[in-house]
């Protein structure tokens, strides 16, 4: 990524959401795990083996017991994101609308699908060091199902940040900024969990320690 270039300043857009992003936030509910799993298998049989690097769940629907909005998180790794030809109009064709794209952060696209009563972000990064925004939502998530203070602690607030943008009449944007200094606390906290474990790439944790892992993507 481009030092000192915010992911909200690069944004370029495709086209608008056909439907409202929610900030609802709901009760956990233990069919999201499989409505992922059904989704992965469709984004798999739509791409071929040769551009899908990965697929991941991440996102707050991936941590049981978790509050969430009801969306699922899920982040595409594929060959070449700037090689929008090999999966654009085979995501397109599965269902999912072009949002839009940022290329300075880490090559970042976003798609939705709306299927209601769960709504889909789909996030595609590259390999390598392009992956690394997506290794932040993994790290964050990995954390979450580990210590249940930051998960109770992250639920309390993301109810709060949702009310409070509600009662505002403001969105999603402002829903993502009033929690995310409790983000970088608990995102903190995991990379240093990860550190002295000495587990994961060195350079995902020292970013996980200044970043959050919800920049500018929207990520539950």
Known sequence: MEKGIKAFQCVEWVSKRKVPHTIDI???DPSWPTTFTQLATGIRAALPATVIHAVHHVGSTCVP???AKPVIDIDLIVADPADEASYVSALEAAGYHFLFREP?????RLFALYAPPVFV???VYGPGELDLESARHRL???WLRKCPADRDLYARVKRESSERAKANGEGVGEYTEYKGATIREILARAAADAAAAGQGREETVEAGRAETAEAGTGIE
């Open 121 to 123: 972000n789909l996030h």
């Open 65 to 67: 017991g978790l509050a």
């Open 26 to 28: 709901v009760d956990p």
């Open 140 to 142: 964050l998530c990995d």
């Open 104 to 108: 300075p952060w880490y090559e970042h």
